[in-house]
């Protein structure tokens, strides 16, 4: 099957689904010399009749009709153009749709802290010849499909085709329980279109697959799920200081640090910087109920790792798929905690540092060069174990790992929705992770990129 990027440009003959294709995009990809062929995009394929004309550029002009046929916006496109001379079937794509529960602004549309990394990802699949949009459950379930495309870097909402491929990023685990997501999903199955990051996974589903993995348990902090008093009572006495986090927690909220001493017991809590102290574990745990109450949550030992100028600091490891057997680690960075909190999530204040200089201000140089090697090394060990592990297919994880005053590497998070905060280009370049997930929706897809 022979491939090419091409422009796609509308015209005004009216009536017909009409095409005129340039010589040189005819030569380039050995179409045969006919009038008539088929033409798709999305799900939808049209009967198409076609005419030639000389040009150096590779081009094809097409009836306005067709453009709405198809449900392409009436607009100059870049696209990726297949022929496949068996079927006598041109294929243009693929269309690449991001699920969102989020837009803002009525004159201007804004997809909040997405909306750069949405840019990058229209603008990369634009170079690529893929067609890209944002959309929402309720567009993507009306009759006819709508979503915003990027034009003039601006994004406009229209009829766009069912999409080849759709990255989850609906940040509501509710949402995903929903009637709305579970017809998409049950559409999606009958039309054979692949969805990844189908959905949240919760820190105890995680624990429960790395305490089976002999290879990555110990590298798991001692971990529980909280369901009595009593539990919480042996963990505060045997380690003296443990976490305790909302199973479906994110960006570091709704998270205790509970430590017991010779005067009694101190609780901080993400929200706040001020910690509370109680003189007795009744008096504590009558304070935590409300909060324990509303959701499950784990309860973990705390572990004494490196800090850097007295704010806490972890790691963020980006692992993408590049194809749809092997991943790979496309970025990785070091977090600084803001002053006097105990979380480095970016939403509660924290600093994004480059990675070798923090681990150089820690450990000496041979350290440093293993400790790079071995966080890649689990990262890239604890995908492979998900994705064997949970049903749905998923293309990224942010994975957060603290090292240890003894130079052990501990897992503290695993995210399947990592926010894109973290992951801020210095540059004005696009990002590494915006392009390994337009290449995996081009593998995913069945479209070369």
Not at 113 to 120: A, F, L, S, T
Not at 128 to 147: E, H, I
């Amino acid at each position: 099957m022979s491939k090419m990027n091409v422009f796609m440009i509308p015209m005004s003959k009216k009536g017909a689904f009409y095409m005129e294709i340039s010589d040189s995009l005819q030569k380039s990809i050995k179409l045969p010399l006919i009038r008539l062929f088929f033409l798709n995009c999305g799900m939808k394929t049209i009967k198409i009749e076609s005419s030639f004309f000389k040009s150096e550029t590779k081009i094809i002009y097409a009836s306005e009709e067709v453009f709405k046929a198809l449900h392409l916006p009436l607009k100059y496109l870049t696209l990726s153009l297949h022929y496949d001379r068996f079927a006598n079937t041109i294929n243009l794509g693929p269309v690449i749709c991001l699920l969102t529960d989020y837009v803002s602004g009525q004159d201007e549309i804004h997809f909040g802290n997405m909306d750069d990394y949405c840019k990058e990802m229209a603008n990369y699949s634009k170079e690529k010849g893929a067609l890209f949009y944002v959309s929402t459950l309720p567009l993507l379930n009306d009759d006819q499909m709508k979503g915003f495309y990027l034009a003039e870097n601006v994004w406009t909402i229209a009829d766009m085709p069912f999409p080849n491929v759709i990255y989850n990023r609906i940040r509501s685990r509710r949402l995903e329980g929903s009637k709305n997501f579970l017809n998409l999903m049950e559409t999606l199955t009958m039309n054979n279109i692949p969805i990844f990051n189908r959905r949240y996974l919760n820190k105890w589903e995680i624990y429960k697959i790395f305490a089976s993995n002999h290879s990555l348990l110990p590298y798991v902090p001692k971990t529980a799920l909280l369901t009595k008093k009593a539990e919480l009572q042996i963990f505060l006495h045997d380690f003296k200081d443990v976490f305790i986090k909302p199973i479906h927690g994110s960006h570091g909220r709704g998270i205790m640090r509970l430590k017991q001493n010779e005067n009694g017991f101190e609780v901080r809590f993400s929200h706040s910087n001020e910690p509370a102290l109680f003189s007795s574990f009744d008096e504590m745990y009558e304070k935590l109920l409300p909060y324990l109450k509303k959701e499950q949550h784990i309860i973990q030992e705390t572990i004494d790792l490196v800090s850097y100028d007295q704010r806490c600091l972890d790691f963020r490891l980006l692992c993408h798929k590049i194809d749809q057997q092997q991943w790979k680690v496309t970025s990785s960075v070091a977090r600084l905690s803001a002053k006097d909190q105990f979380v480095s999530n970016l939403a509660k204040g924290g600093e994004q540092c480059n990675l070798k200089k923090m681990l150089s201000e820690c450990f000496d140089r041979k350290t440093c060069f293993h400790l790079y090697q071995i966080l890649h090394e689990i990262s890239l060990e604890i995908v492979n174990t998900i994705c064997l592990e949970v049903e749905g297919e998923y293309g990224e994880f942010g994975i957060d790992i603290g090292i240890s005053k003894d130079g052990k590497p501990w897992i503290l998070e695993v995210n399947t929705k990592p926010s894109k905060r973290n992951d801020i280009s210095e540059s004005k370049t696009i990002r590494p992770s915006a392009k390994a997930i337009v290449h995996y929706c081009f593998s995913l897809s069945g479209y070369e990129i």
